[in-house]
Nanobody
């Protein structure tokens, strides 16, 4: 499975962005996908995940109520919907895939996209 994250950019605080994670391979619909992020000088952290059956994991406390995840298996794409963005959301966002179930642990994911940068200005 090859993943490509896109949709990042510069946005003002309070704004919204939608990130996309596009995948190759006809079996992508069977995979669980996680979104992670890595801010400058910090470790990569879990944001939220979604299973093949569209069931989502609880999101990280820092984004709960602001970020949601969805997927369109027909398009081999998973989305991260980000609202009420804050400067502390600035990070490179990565999507990753694994055989179900979802996981919040980096080590559990076999496939990673290249990341897309989100910059939130104050």
């Amino acid at each position: 499975v090859q993943l490509q994250a896109s949709g990042g950019g510069l946005v003002r605080a309070g704004g919204s962005l939608r990130l996309s994670c596009s995948a190759s391979g006809s079996t992508f619909s069977r995979y669980a996908v996680g979104w992670f992020r890595q801010a400058p000088g910090k470790e990569r952290e879990f944001v939220v995940g979604i299973n093949w059956n569209h069931i989502t994991t609880p999101s990280a406390d820092t984004v709960r109520g602001r970020f949601t995840v969805s997927r369109d298996n027909a398009k081999n794409t998973v989305y991260l919907h980000m609202h009420s963005l804050k400067p502390e959301d600035t990070a490179v966002y990565y999507c990753a895939a694994r055989v179900p179930p979802t996981s919040s642990q980096i080590r559990d994911y076999n496939y990673w996209g290249q990341g897309t940068l989100v910059t939130v200005s104050s």
